[in-house]
């Protein structure tokens, strides 16, 4: 499972309220993901990093910000949650393969509710 | 930005016949593209990918095929067996193997093997 957690694992929450996911990582990977996953859209990237401080937008990024003070952890957080970000939440890594080639890894996922 | 399409949406074959995914991109500086299989509510994991100076990949009953000219990519599942049955994904991506693979996903293929 590449040493990926995510907390919480299920959440339902009210609209208007803030929320925050976390992904925590064990083995020191640079690059970390935040992707949703809906029904007839597949996985679609909210927000990466690519090191502690840095980070970057997805296709999906409007609502959302990210935070990334420690290696191991990558924060996401709904400012003010809508139903629309009802879904299931993914976090992923790059993991480094033979030749210099990376490969993604998926955390076990966050199935956020907003009621 | 890059856009996947994959087809067909379900795929339903029997038990020891073969299954094909097919995907096509847009973007022409794509140069890696996975599949991810994932079963119902868990994650989706990696099962095979390719980069763009191959054509072919072979892993036991699993095959990709790349078609650069044209811009699509195939998974092939020969002697399908029960636990095949999951949703499949295709992804792509430009990260030119430097480690921030930000993958663009198709739409998933959900395949049934029938008994």
């Known amino acids: 499972d590449a040493g990926i957690t995510q907390s919480p694992r299920h959440k339902v929450t009210e609209t208007g309220t803030p929320v925050t996911l976390r992904c925590h990582q064990t083995?020191?990977?640079?690059?970390m993901y935040w992707y949703r996953q809906d029904p007839g859209h597949g996985l679609r990237l909210i927000h990466y990093?690519?090191?502690?401080?840095?980070?970057d937008k997805g296709e999906v990024s409007d609502g959302y910000s990210v935070s990334r003070s420690k290696t191991e952890d990558f924060l996401l957080t709904l400012e003010s949650a809508t139903s629309s970000q009802t879904s299931v939440y993914f976090c992923?890594?790059?993991?480094?393969?033979?030749?210099?080639?990376?490969?993604?890894?998926f955390g076990p996922g966050t199935r956020l509710t907003v009621t | 930005g890059e856009n996947v399409e994959q087809h067909p949406s379900t795929l339903s074959v029997q038990e020891g016949d073969s299954a094909v995914i097919k995907c096509t991109y847009s973007?022409?500086?794509?140069?890696?593209f996975p599949w991810y299989k994932q079963e119902l509510g868990k994650r989706p994991q990696l099962i095979i990918d390719?980069?763009?100076?191959?054509g072919e990949k072979k892993d036991q009953r699993i095959a990709v095929t790349l078609n650069k000219t044209a811009k699509h990519f195939s998974l092939h599942i020969t002697e399908t067996q029960p636990e095949d049955s999951a949703v499949y994904f295709c992804?792509?991506?430009?990260?030119?193997?430097?480690?921030?693979?930000?993958?663009?996903f198709g739409t998933g293929t959900r395949l049934t093997i029938i008994p």
């Open positions: 992923a890594i790059s993991e480094s393969q033979r030749e210099g080639r990376y490969e993604q890894y």
């Open positions: 083995e020191n990977h640079r690059y």
């Open positions: 990093s690519y090191g502690v401080k840095d980070t």
């Open positions: 973007d022409s500086a794509s140069n890696y």
């Open positions: 390719i980069r763009s100076n191959v």
């Open positions: 992804a792509a991506s430009s990260g030119a193997n430097f480690g921030n693979e930000k993958l663009t």
